[in-house]
Structure formats: structure tokens, C-alpha cells
């Protein structure tokens, strides 16, 4: 399995509805990846929304046996996975309909590169409804102007991603220098109340920084998301 699309959910059957079928879209380049979904105890149709997808992309679904908070569900998501590299996206998040291709093109050509800050459009919800949208609405989200490589940690000066490695969908790492690191983050820091602290905020940014400090980092500045 060369890449695994992690999606944490919980309650947005009609958002996952949305992001699964732009992953479905990008079906002649899904050989080698899975789609590993954890829902985090949800009452709505998300189950039946997993189902509709399940023969069409290979899906794997867990749902916990109660609501385990935002951050844990982020972290448990990347158990699932058996990729070498993992891609964690929202729920709300749609997948353009090469994302995968070039995506898998970045990770072949760039071999020695542990983590991949990928660009995305900004599109807000009310747009998405229109058949046409309209390109002066869309804007990216980071501001670099072309492809290079840099360290790692040169990714928090906020000139290259705005939000110092926040926005989870915008980064794709390397799986087995995550899983060494992920038990960083004790349990019970995980299921405090949400956004109580820099654990239950960006849960992710924290194993990054352990995981990453002495890596390169590829920074794709056209949008694949």
C-alpha cells in the first residue's frame, strides 16, 4: 500500500458523501491506496454513506463505541493505515480529480523526502452548489509561488503555510516516522475537552515535530486539494 487517505468523522454524513465521491472521481489512480475512516460515534447516516462507497474504493470503516473528542479520533484514524505515507483530510475536504495522480507523481519522483506540504484551494460552501465556479472566488491557501525542497522546520514561517502546520489536510508524512512517534502524546492529553490545550488543538502538529526535525519537506505549491 503505497498511500492511505485518513478521514476522521463524526455527525457530516453529507460532507463525507461530498469528499468520498471526489475520491471515487479519482478512481483509475486508486491502485495502492486505501481510505481508512474513523467515526467517532455518529448518530446520522454515515455508516450508509461508507456502504455506498465500500465496492467502489477500498474502504476501510471503524466507528467507536462512544465520542472520543476530535484529537484522539485524529490520532486512532492512523492505526487503520498500512501506506507508506499517510494523508489526513476532513470530512469537508474535496479531492481534485488528479489529486491522486499527482500526488503519487510527487512521492516517486522526490524518494528521499519524508513529508510533502501539498497547497489547496479555499472554496467556500454556498460556491461548491454552483455547476460553474467562478475562479475569482477561489483563492489558496498557501503563498508560495513554486515547488522546492527545504527543512522541515523552515515549513512553520507562517511566508510558507499560514497556520504553522495546522491545517492537517495540507500535509502528507511519511507513516512509519509517525507511528514511532505517536505515542507522544499521552491518552489522557487526547481526551481532554477540545481545544483546551496545543494536544487537543493540533494533535497532529505535535507527533510532526517529533516525527520530522531532521527531515526534508517538499512544498507543492499547485493545489491538489
Known amino acids: 500500500m503505497k498511500i492511505s487517505i485518513c478521514i476522521p468523522t463524526y455527525n457530516r454524513s453529507n460532507n463525507l458523501n461530498n469528499c468520498l465521491y471526489s475520491i471515487y472521481k479519482n478512481r483509475k489512480y486508486l491502485d495502492n491506496v486505501e481510505v481508512c475512516i474513523l467515526d467517532n460515534c455518529s448518530t446520522d447516516n454515515t455508516r450508509k454513506v461508507v456502504n455506498e462507497f465500500k465496492n467502489k474504493i477500498n474502504i476501510h470503516y471503524k466507528k467507536n463505541i462512544k465520542n472520543l473528542g476530535m484529537a484522539y479520533n485524529i490520532i486512532n484514524v492512523t492505526k487503520i493505515a498500512k501506506g507508506e505515507f499517510i494523508w489526513i483530510i476532513g470530512d469537508d475536504d474535496i479531492l481534485m480529480d488528479d489529486s ?30 454552483k455547476k460553474n465556479i467562478k475562479k475569482k472566488k477561489i483563492k489558496k491557501f498557501g503563498n508560495v509561488k513554486k515547488d522546492e525542497v527545504v527543512n522541515f522546520l523552515d515549513l512553520i514561517n507562517p511566508n510558507l503555510s499560514f497556520d504553522f502546520l495546522g491545517g492537517i489536510f495540507l500535509s502528507v508524512f511519511k507513516r512509519s516516522l509517525w507511528i514511532d512517534n505517536i505515542n507522544k502524546i499521552p491518552k489522557k492529553e487526547l481526551l481532554r475537552q477540545k481545544f483546551s490545550s496545543l494536544e487537543t488543538t493540533f494533535p497532529h502538529v505535535v507527533i510532526f515535530s517529533h516525527s520530522f526535525i531532521n527531515s526534508k519537506a517538499f512544498i507543492n505549491s499547485n493545489p491538489i486539494i
Not at 516517486?108 to 513529508?115: L, P, Q
Not at 497547497?119 to 460552501?125: L, Q, Y
Open 100 to 129: 491522486i495522480y499527482r500526488l503519487k507523481k510527487m512521492i516517486k519522483s522526490k524518494k528521499n523526502i519524508d513529508f510533502f506540504y501539498v497547497n489547496a484551494f479555499s472554496v467556500k460552501s454556498e460556491e461548491l452548489k
